[in-house]
C-alpha cells in the first residue's frame, strides 16, 4: 500500500425529511446563490422545500446548467456572484449542477482570463486563488461529487478536470426520496457512473490494500445486486437509498487512498461525450469492457480477483475468468439498458479519429495506471468497441 493522507471535510446529511434542517447549516443574513438545472428542481417542488428552509437569508437562483456543465453559462452565475455579493452556493441538483458550483466557487474568486487558466491549466495555474463555501441538496446518484474536490467542465468541444480541496461540499443532503421521480435512464446512467468510479480505482494491480480492494469489491456487488431493481421499483426507498449511498462512497477518496489508479476509460469516454453528445456513463459502458479486451495482460491480477469475488466465477482455468468477467460486466450494463458498442450511437470508424485528436490535443498520450496507454492504444480500444 502506498502513503497517502486522507481527508473529507464535507458533513453528510442522509434520510427522509432533512431538508428543513439546511436552517442550521446555512449562516444567516447571508446572500446565497442556489444553482440548478432543468427544471425537474422546480417541477417536483424540490426547490419550495429548499427556500422554505432558507429564511432569514436573501435568496438568488440561478437556473439551467446543463449536463457536462458549460464553462460560458458558469460564466454567468460567476457574473450574477459579483453583482449581488454572493456569500454563499448551494447546489441543488445532480453532479453536473454540483460540479459546476465547483467551478463557480473558484472562478467568483478571480478574474475572467484566470478563470480560463484554472479551467486549462488546474488551480495553481492561479495563484492565490479562493473559493465560496458552497452546500449541496443531490438529487441524482451517480457522480460522488457530493462528497469529493473534483469537477468537470465542458468548453468548446473539450471537457476539463478541476481539482482543489478547496472545493470539497460544507455539506450535502442526500434524501432517496427526492430520486424516485428520475427517469429511468438517469437512474442506469448513475449505477454504470459508480460502478466504473469503483473499477478506475480497484482493477489496476495488486497493492496489499486489503481493505480498499474489499470495499472495493463490495461497493460493486452491491450495485450488481441492486441496478436493475432500483430501476423496476423507483419509490423502494431502501433500494434508492443503498443506490445512493454506494455512490457517494464510491468517489470520496475511501477506495483510492493508497492504490494505484487508472481513469483512461474517463478520458477516453470524455471525448465521446464532448464531441458525439453521448451521455458520461454510456461513454463509460462503451470503452470499459473494450479496454480491458485489450489490457487482458495488463491487468490481469486484478481482473481473476474481480472475477472470483465480485462475480463468483469458479472456474479453473484463468483465461476463462477474465473472458466471463468481461462479459458478465457487459451483459450487466446491457441488462440496464445501456448500449456498450460505439454503433449503436452512431458513431463509425472514420470518427475515431477525432477522439484520439482531442486526447493527443489534451496531452493524453500516456494513460492508465502505468502510463503506458499510448493514443495507438487508445485507437485499438475505441476500433474494438465499434
Not at 478520458?267 to 451521455?279: K, N, R
Not at 485489450?294 to 462475480?311: F, M, P
Request: contains cysteine.
Amino acid at each position: 500500500m502506498y502513503n497517502f493522507n486522507f481527508h473529507n471535510p464535507t458533513q453528510i446529511f442522509f434520510g427522509k425529511d432533512r431538508l428543513t434542517e439546511l436552517s442550521n447549516v446555512v449562516p444567516e443574513g447571508v446572500n446565497i446563490l442556489i444553482i440548478y438545472g432543468g427544471g425537474s428542481v422546480v417541477k417536483f417542488g424540490t426547490l419550495d422545500k429548499v427556500k422554505s428552509a432558507l429564511t432569514n437569508r436573501t435568496l438568488f437562483e440561478f437556473g439551467g446548467v446543463e449536463p457536462n456543465p458549460h464553462y460560458d453559462t458558469l460564466m454567468k452565475a460567476v457574473e450574477m456572484v459579483k453583482k449581488h455579493k454572493i456569500d454563499f452556493l448551494l447546489a441543488v441538483g445532480g453532479g453536473s449542477v454540483i460540479d459546476g458550483t465547483k467551478f463557480i466557487a473558484l472562478a467568483s474568486t478571480c478574474s475572467q482570463s484566470e478563470s480560463l487558466s484554472l479551467l486549462f491549466k488546474g488551480v495553481s495555474a492561479v495563484p492565490g486563488i479562493k473559493a465560496l463555501p458552497f452546500g449541496t441538496v443531490l438529487t441524482l446518484p451517480a457522480t460522488g461529487s457530493e462528497m469529493n474536490s473534483g469537477a468537470v467542465v465542458s468548453h468548446g468541444e473539450s471537457k476539463y478536470v478541476v481539482m482543489s480541496p478547496m472545493v470539497y461540499p460544507k455539506f450535502s443532503f442526500l434524501d432517496p426520496s427526492i430520486t424516485f421521480t428520475l427517469p429511468d435512464t438517469q437512474v442506469a446512467n448513475g449505477v454504470v457512473d459508480a460502478f466504473v468510479h469503483v473499477i478506475e480505482q480497484y482493477i489496476t494491480f495488486p497493492s496489499a490494500a486489503t481493505f480498499q480492494d474489499s470495499t472495493a469489491e463490495g461497493i460493486l456487488r452491491n450495485l450488481i445486486e441492486i441496478g436493475r431493481k432500483t430501476i423496476d421499483h423507483p419509490t423502494d426507498y431502501d433500494l434508492r437509498a443503498n443506490l445512493v449511498w454506494n455512490a457517494t462512497m464510491a468517489l470520496n477518496g475511501l477506495i483510492g487512498a493508497g492504490v494505484p489508479q487508472d481513469w483512461s476509460t474517463h478520458m477516453i469516454g470524455h471525448e465521446l461525450t464532448a464531441l458525439f453528445g453521448v451521455d458520461h456513463a454510456k461513454s463509460l459502458a462503451i470503452v470499459l469492457p473494450s479496454l480491458w479486451e485489450i489490457r487482458k495482460t495488463q491487468k490481469r491480477d486484478k481482473l481473476i480477483q474481480y472475477a472470483e469475488r465480485v462475480w463468483g466465477i469458479k472456474e479453473l482455468n484463468d483465461d476463462i475468468k477474465i473472458e466471463l468477467a468481461i462479459s458478465k460486466t457487459r451483459d450487466f450494463f446491457e441488462s440496464l439498458g445501456i448500449k456498450t458498442k460505439l454503433s449503436d450511437y452512431g458513431i463509425k470508424a472514420v470518427d475515431i479519429d477525432k477522439v484520439i485528436n482531442g486526447l493527443k490535443n489534451k496531452g493524453f498520450t500516456g494513460l492508465s495506471e502505468t502510463k503506458d496507454l499510448t493514443l495507438d492504444i487508445s485507437r485499438k480500444i475505441l476500433e474494438n468497441a465499434l
